[in-house]
């Protein structure tokens, strides 16, 4: 068969890993230098030129839709292949370590010690396990949060360890109860028959270890394993590849430590360094040629990167061209900033591009909101990529459950949804009496409620959780009588205990949750009621209820895509936003103080950044709403780290609507009340240098002034934090 086709489109070095000999081989290499092309070509190889069936290849990606991709890039080489047209090639297995674990197990449920119908968990009905754990030893949820023994649980999963194999040194409390309820946990968990997701891996470890003769059945049937995006694999992920692997099953992984962005979820970048050691003989491969980004995108990335130490060291050039500049452009606020990236999305499309070859990135997932908002004013049909949209998401939905309490005591469906949320010891039982007492007499749940207390229906304890509520909801609305919507959205998001509800839930996820509770605060401030026929509160609610209903845009449908820097991992689109580059919010404000975490954050960027074919933008608010406080966040470090030749500042022509100022031509030489400084004035900034003062708003400390910097352009600056000295 001619298999020339699949070495044509390739470098000497991405050939040289693609035609290599069955050995293990490691792919180390930069963002864009065709490490996915890479796995996809040796798949075609082996079967084509080598003749290897399909059948005895396993192909572990990232995501499942990663996986998708894979196989559709495989099926139209091969497909392409003259006279092969072979088609999809049968057998073959693809998939994330997570799918891939699931089918062994599924296969071999009972030589795994499952029963065969076994269920897997979400993350939602573990933590209802743990709960009625902490429940039956006695544990106050207050002292001992669920979701911190949740957390528990799978880090030690993740780290191979059942709680046989942790040792309880009798001297940390919190450690005995938490390997208590680990114990619990997985006795509840094998008597119900289920698995959790970091069950899976740790089951298919074992697989291996307990059941020789199954293992032996996929090292015979497996002749070849590749692996992309190694540098974020777990610990478990790599023992479990490595027992598969043996002594004889050469692996192809591929990978790029700068782009190892998962360790708070247990990744670990060492494994890179891990394979040579572990895996005897192995070849490393490295590319070097970008085909992704344009010359000035790559070396921003570059230079980015180059801050981080301990790097395994590489560096990527391209033949192409410089390309445009990177634009930077500083949004006077949020809005600003999304009424910005929305427009030149309109420009991109008015040019004859398609909407979904443009993506917005961010740090978080709050940031989202605003720009969601700015596509739908604009009527521009957008996709969040592995995400809810904002007023979708869980906590978003509570938080606004309550706030149609405070509307409408009678909405059955917002009482559902609180009236244990945060947990406050209203068990389902409870509920249920609730519930029917309602159905029988025609009432709504909050009358229901009320009247099965005044009639005792309730033991003590329950109806004392269930008056607790009540009276909270009450204090609730008598507590935001006369106040603005935005503050109204403050108490209640305070009061309910939501935020401390997602504190207890350790790591990224419960902090982006109260991000996203934050923000819907700012949100309520800045809605404008259009119609006086009702409340403030009730358009609000409308309008989220509206914004939640509108559909996603459908897979197909030519939209625009949002998403956070974390799941853009391994993608490319010609247009790229990296919105919201300022300090606390990228790098995060929960990374300053670490520099392992400061670095990871540095990766990230640099993953941001090389996800850009053509045209790169990256912007940033002088000022922000942020964590429902207005925030003047200086601009990214990470801005500061590209070289300035690559980057042009974008100043509109349009004028930005800002609060009425003075001009500056003429009120030169004017005094800013209560500041000390003056129109036309020249002031040194400790950063910024030496600059003009040139248009302010306000007065006092609290004033803002536009000064033009001589080397570092235009900036807002706020008087009281800005420390400027008068030259
Ligand atoms: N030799 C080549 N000739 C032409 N195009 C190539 C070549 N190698 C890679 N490409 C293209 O370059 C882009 C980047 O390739 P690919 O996605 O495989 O890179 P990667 O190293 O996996 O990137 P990442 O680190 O972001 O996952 C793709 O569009 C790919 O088709
Ligand atoms: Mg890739």
């Known amino acids: 068969m001619d298999v020339s086709h699949i070495l044509n489109d390739l470098n000497d070095a991405q050939r040289q890993a693609v035609a290599a000999p069955s050995a293990n081989l490691l792919v180390l290499a930069g963002a864009g230098s065709g490490k996915t092309r890479v796995l ?21 990606t990232f995501t499942n839709k990663a996986a998708k991709e894979m196989r559709a890039r495989i099926d139209e080489l091969m497909g392409s292949s003259v006279g092969g ?3 999809a090639p049968r057998g073959m297995w693809v998939g994330t370590f997570h799918g891939i674990a699931h089918r062994l197990l599924k296969a071999h449920w009972k030589e795994a010690g499952l029963p065969q119908n076994f269920q897997i968990l979400d993350s939602d009905d573990q933590l209802r396990i743990i709960k009625r754990i902490h429940k039956e030893l006695d544990l106050d949820e207050s002292h001992w949060p669920p979701k911190q023994s949740q957390w528990f649980i799978n880090a030690q999963k993740d780290e191979g360890r059942r709680s ?12 005995t109860m938490m390997l208590r309820v680990y114990l619990a946990y997985e006795q509840a968990c094998e008597r119900q028959g289920v698995v959790d997701f970091a069950e899976l891996l740790l089951r298919a470890h074992e697989l291996w270890l307990k059941q020789p003769a199954v293992l032996k059945h996929y090292q015979e049937r497996f002749s070849h394993i590749l692996v992309d995006e190694f540098q974020d694999t777990n610990t478990i992920q790599y023992a479990w590849l490595r027992v598969l692997a043996g002594k004889q099953i050469p692996v192809v992984a591929v990978g790029d430590d700068d782009q190892s962005i998962y360790g708070w979820r247990g990744a670990k970048i060492e494994n890179i360094q891990q394979y040579s050691k572990d895996f005897p003989n192995t070849q490393i491969v490295r590319l070097e040629q970008n085909y992704r980004s344009t010359s000035t995108i790559l070396q921003a990335a570059n230079a980015v990167i180059e801050n981080n130490s301990d790097r395994l060291g590489k560096e990527l050039w391209t033949e192409d061209g410089e390309g445009e500049l990177i634009s930077l452009y500083a949004g006077f606020n949020e809005q600003d900033e999304a009424r910005f990236v929305v427009e030149r999305i309109e420009e991109w499309v008015k040019d004859g591009n398609t909407r979904s070859t443009s993506s917005i990135l961010y740090r978080s997932n709050a940031q989202s909101r605003v720009l969601e908002e700015a596509l739908i004013r604009s009527g521009i049909p957008y996709r969040i990529y592995g995400g809810q949209r904002f007023y979708d998401r869980m906590e978003i939905k509570n938080a606004l459950a309550y706030m149609r309490l405070m509307n409408n005591r009678d909405d059955d469906t917002a009482i559902e949804r609180v009236i244990n949320t945060p947990t406050r010891g209203i068990g389902s039982k409870t509920v249920d009496t609730v519930r029917e007492y ?40 008598v507590d935001t009588d006369e106040v603005t919507l935005r503050e109204l959205t403050d108490h209640v998001v305070s009061v309910s205990g939501l935020i401390e509800f997602h504190q207890k839930e350790k790591g990224e996820k419960g902090q982006a949750r109260i991000e996203n509770l934050q923000e819907l605060v700012v949100a309520s401030g800045q809605f404008v009621p259009e119609d006086e026929t009702i409340s403030p509160l009730q358009e609000f609610l409308d309008s989220a209820a509206l914004d939640a209903g509108e559909q996603q845009a459908d897979e197909y449908e030519d939209s625009v895509q949002l998403m956070t820097l974390h799941s853009a991992k391994g993608l490319e689109f010609p247009l790229v936003f990296l919105v919201g580059m300022e300090e606390n919010l990228f790098p995060h404000k929960m990374s300053m103080e670490e520099s392992g975490r400061l670095e990871e954050e540095r990766r990230l960027c640099y993953v941001g950044i090389t996800r850009a074919m053509q045209k790169l933008y990256i912007t940033y608010a002088e000022s922000r709403r942020m964590y429902g406080n207005e925030n003047f966040n200086s601009p990214s ?17 349009t004028t930005i609507s800002r609060p009425a100022s003075y001009s500056p031509s003429s009120f030169q030489d004017h005094a800013i009340p209560d500041t000390g400084i ?4 020249q002031v040194l900034h400790s950063i910024f240098g030496v600059g003009t003062v040139v248009n302010f708003e ?21 008087v009281q934090y800005a420390n400027l000295e008068a030259l």
């Not at 306000?698 to 706020?718: H, M, T, Y």
């Open 40 to 60: 996809v070509h040796r798949i075609a190889w082996l079967i084509q030129a080598e003749g290897a069936s399909p059948y005895s290849i396993l192909s572990v």
């Open 85 to 87: 047209g072979m088609g």
């Open 164 to 175: 046989a194999h942790i040792e309880d040194y009798g001297k940390d409390l919190n450690h």
């Open 438 to 477: 309602a159905r029988e007499h025609s009432l709504s749940l909050w009358k229901s409620a009320g009247q099965i207390i005044e009639q005792k229906l309730l033991p003590n304890r329950a109806a004392t959780a269930v008056q607790k509520f009540i009276d909270l909801i009450n204090s609730m609305d």
């Open 637 to 653: 470090r990470f801005i500061r780290e590209i070289p300035k030749e690559l980057v042009q500042e974008v100043r509109l022509n």
């Open 678 to 681: 003056s129109l036309g004035q």
């Open 698 to 718: 306000g007065q006092g400390p609290s004033a803002r002034v536009q000064i033009n910097f001589d080397d570092e352009g235009s900036k807002w600056l706020v």
